[in-house]
């Protein structure tokens, strides 16, 4: 029995947290997959960005992508060695998905809404740097007060100086208690 003929799958695709802000670089990634192994890709989405049930690679959250996609049978093993390789894919499940009709496969499509998102945060991003708005951690704002210079106080620039005998110390008060024999 050959297995010439094209099946088709359902592959999750799971990123880092930090793929959010680089949607568009993380599906051409997956899109590039599975065209690299001669896959036809019938609908892609991006799932789901959810906190992880645990920890994997120190990423608690992570971006969830989804394909159904058709391709022969043997390619599915070195599909699966190229996304083992892969730096930025830090999971991946793929399964067989005759269970699904073509008509619901096609229901799933999301790359419209995919391609809006990825358009509203470069908007966002093209906003935000607009507005001199940027992120700091403490330690770099901590950097920046430690390397300004020190100004000197408006008083002592717009006040002349007090007469030298009205700069006498005034009396302190004690704060110990006298001694008592």
């Known amino acids: 029995m050959s ?6 799958y359902e592959g999750l695709f799971l990123f880092p947290q ?3 802000s680089t949607l568009d670089a993380a599906s051409s990634h997956v899109q590039d997959m599975l065209t690299k192994v001669g896959a036809e890709l019938i609908a892609f989405r991006k799932w789901d960005d959810r906190r992880l049930a645990y ?3 120190g990423n608690k959250r992570g971006v969830f992508f989804l394909a159904y996609f058709k391709v022969v049978g043997t390619a599915i093993s070195s599909l699966e060695r190229n996304l083992l390789l892969s730096e ?5 499940m793929i399964t067989r998905c005759d269970h699904l009709t073509l008509e619901q496969i096609e229901a799933t499509e999301g790359r419209t809404e995919l391609a809006d998102e990825i358009k509203l945060r470069d908007e966002k991003k093209t906003d935000d740097t607009d507005s001199g708005v ?3 951690t403490k330690s770099q704002r901590d950097a920046e007060e430690a390397d300004a210079p020190t100004e000197p106080s408006e008083a002592s ?3 002349p100086a007090a007469p030298a005998d009205a700069q006498e110390e005034a009396p302190t ?9």
């Open 55 to 57: 920890p994997i690679k």
């Open 173 to 181: 008060e004690s704060t110990e208690e006298p001694a008592t024999s």
């Open 3 to 8: 297995e010439d003929t094209q099946k088709m």
């Open 88 to 92: 930025e894919v830090l999971r991946f």
């Open 157 to 159: 620039e717009d006040t």
């Open 134 to 136: 940027r992120a700091t």
């Open 18 to 20: 930090a793929a959010i």
